[in-house]
């Protein structure tokens, strides 16, 4: 099926795409919402920032997609929530999508749509009900022509790392991945590697499904681009980040760098220059340093 929405995601001309994940809120954990407590103003200034997609939650998606205009970054919607990232984990762990999500997205005017697909160590129950909403989602999808990405999540056991914590473990990623893809994804979301050099095993695996990367915790600005580069060298068609951006200090700066990366093949230190160039603009001291290192 051709699935027409996509060329709302990816960019004519680079052929990738930046995704900036706000769906945080949706799990529950205080935690996740540090920094994006005010939803209208984090979509205002992501709006203006010009990424390709913003991935809301089916609560959040209309302060996007009530802003005017036909040039405001696609919807990526979230379809399945759950409790695994809290520290220590609930008694009962579970994870659900949403009642008659894909018609939401349709009626909401999305891009794509998001479904979890986890490995979390000694709880194969979470796999079995992300798998049983991948194949529900996947039925829906494919009957109203909506993209369905599924974002395979290799995560660490709780107990030693805490919660979001991910498993850079390049054959846990490349299973789960392909799994991912047996299951009927038209787009992957997949995690970094803990060895970059490795990634192009994703890609091989993914085979001619997109495969965006995800962001994961904070980084400074410097380990951000460089990952960036390295996926997208790898054969990445583009970069999912939440926190590193929103959570940045110069949401427009990072996402701009960020754009120039994707889209224009700038160098890490071209990224880190249009950081310094936005910073320096916003204080009116046209310099500033461009290695932030906030911790998560």
Do not use: W
């Amino acid at each position: 099926m051709t699935l027409y929405r996509l060329n709302r995601l990816f960019n004519p001309r680079s052929g990738r795409a930046l995704d900036v994940a706000v769906d945080h809120g949706f799990f529950g954990e205080r935690s996740f919402i540090t920094g994006i407590e005010d939803m209208d103003q984090v979509v205002r200034t992501l709006v203006d920032a010009g990424p390709d997609a913003v991935q809301l939650t089916i609560g959040q998606a209309r302060r996007l997609q009530s802003i005017p205009g036909k040039q405001k970054p696609g919807l990526v919607l979230r379809t399945d929530i759950a409790n695994v990232y809290g520290n220590p984990l609930d008694p009962v762990l579970f994870s659900r999508h949403v009642p008659h999500a894909i018609e939401e997205a349709v009626r909401l005017d999305a891009v794509a749509v998001c479904v979890n697909l986890m490995e979390l160590p000694g709880h194969p129950e979470v796999r079995e009900a992300n798998i049983t909403s991948i194949l529900e989602l996947r039925r829906e999808a494919t009957k109203y022509g909506m993209p369905l990405m599924v974002e395979p999540l290799v995560m660490q056991d709780n107990s030693k790392a805490g919660g979001y914590m991910v498993d850079g473990d390049i054959e846990k990623i490349v299973t789960l991945v392909r799994q991912g893809v047996e299951l009927g994804a038209d787009l992957i979301k997949a995690d970094p590697s803990d060895d970059l050099s490795e990634y192009g095993r994703v890609i091989e695996v993914a085979g001619d499904v997109p495969v965006l990367v995800r962001g994961g915790g904070r980084v400074d600005d410097r380990t951000l681009l460089e990952r960036t580069v390295a996926v997208l060298a790898a054969g990445a068609r583009g970069i999912v980040y939440g926190r590193n951006i929103v959570q940045h200090e110069n949401p427009a700066g990072i996402t701009a760098a960020l754009l120039a990366v994707l889209h224009e093949g700038a160098s890490v230190e071209d990224g880190l220059g249009i950081l310094a160039e936005s910073a320096g603009r916003a204080s009116g001291t046209g310099a500033a340093s461009s290695d932030a290192g906030v911790s998560a």
